[in-house]
């Protein structure tokens, strides 16, 4: 079971080298995160995007990039449905995101005819190393899915629940996360989906996780918590993942660990056909490079 980024690093490095298809590559933290991927054996890359850009980025920056091909493309979108377009001919093995906007590169990971659907809904998966807490904590959904509903909370926890379970985590303890831990029917309706969703967990309809809620944050991560509040819980205060109630929830907990928290983090997209790499411009080069690290980790054709 992988506890921590150096466990997933060292996991990462003993699998074969995945190819990452990067889209619009002139970016220089994608570079430099690219580059220490490489140079640590985790991935290889294919750049994709405006050729002179991304040698005058890596010029400037004093960046090697002498050992990736560079695949010239006009604009943002060539750049984003040519690196899909790798990967569908088993070129690449995960998608990451470069330069471009993510609902661009969203847009062409949906496309219909050209796009990575697998059938699956798509939701975002954030693994967080909280020097405040035992184990790595995975939350979802702070990037994709704006306000789900029961439906979309069940795809939402099965995507997390399964690459959790590829980071060794045989039944990962999911806790869904709500203001209270009493189910609150009339005015927190999230209560309720909380509610159901460990009820579906306990009756074996969602299958692989011990599923509790409506928990408070503290109670999901605070065994103190629980007992102060009388909650008993195989998942309180032991939770591997946060099943956030909407986007703005889940969002705000990202930036807040990682700007108050000081913790570590990396961000992938799961469900579609790779896992695909996607952070924000403002996220550091080492949540880059360790987003790298899991999305290559958990590509399928690593299993
Ligand atoms: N999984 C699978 N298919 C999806 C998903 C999903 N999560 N979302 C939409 N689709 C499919 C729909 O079924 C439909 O076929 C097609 O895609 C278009 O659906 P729309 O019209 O609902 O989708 P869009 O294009 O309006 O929006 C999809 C986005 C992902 C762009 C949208 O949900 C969004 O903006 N999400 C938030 C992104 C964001 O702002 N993140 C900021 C934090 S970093």
């Not at 103190?224 to 909650?231: D, F, H, Y």
């Amino acid at each position: 079971m992988i506890t921590s980024f150096a466990g997933l690093l060292k996991e990462v490095k003993d699998k074969p080298k995945k190819t990452i298809a990067v889209a619009m590559a002139e970016e220089e933290d994608v570079l430099q995160a690219v580059v220490m991927a490489h140079q640590q054996g985790i991935a290889d890359a294919l750049l994709i995007g405006n050729k002179n850009k991304i040698i005058e980025v890596a010029r400037k920056q004093d960046i090697d990039i002498s050992d990736f091909d560079i695949i010239h493309a006009e604009n943002e979108w060539h750049s984003v449905s040519r690196a899909i377009q790798l990967i569908r001919e088993c070129m690449a093995d995960t998608l990451m995101k470069g330069k471009c906007a993510t609902a661009t590169l969203l847009k062409g990971v949906l496309d219909k005819e050209g796009g990575l659907r697998s059938g699956k809904l798509l939701s975002h998966f954030a693994v967080f190393e909280v020097p405040a807490y035992h184990k790595l904590i995975m939350v979802s959904d702070a990037a994709m899915n704006i306000a789900p509903d029961l439906q979309a909370k069940i795809a939402i926890v099965e995507n997390a629940v399964q690459y959790a379970r590829m980071l060794g985590i045989e039944k990962p303890k999911v806790a869904v996360i709500a203001a209270i831990e009493k189910v609150n029917p009339d005015g927190m309706p999230c209560t309720l989906d909380a509610a159901m969703l460990a009820q579906m967990a306990a009756r074996g309809q969602i299958k692989n996780a011990i599923i509790d809620g409506p928990m408070a944050v503290d109670n999901a991560v605070s065994r103190k918590s629980c007992l102060v509040k009388g909650i008993e819980s195989e998942v309180g205060g032991d939770a591997d993942i946060l099943l956030m109630p909407d986007i703005e929830a889940a969002n705000v907990f990202y930036k807040t660990l990682t700007y108050l928290g000081n913790s570590k983090t990396a961000g992938i997209i799961i469900g579609a056909s790779v896992p695909i790499i996607l952070t924000s411009r403002a996220d550091s080069e080492e949540a880059k490079y360790l987003s790298i690290a899991l999305g290559t980790l958990t590509s399928a054709r690593n299993q």
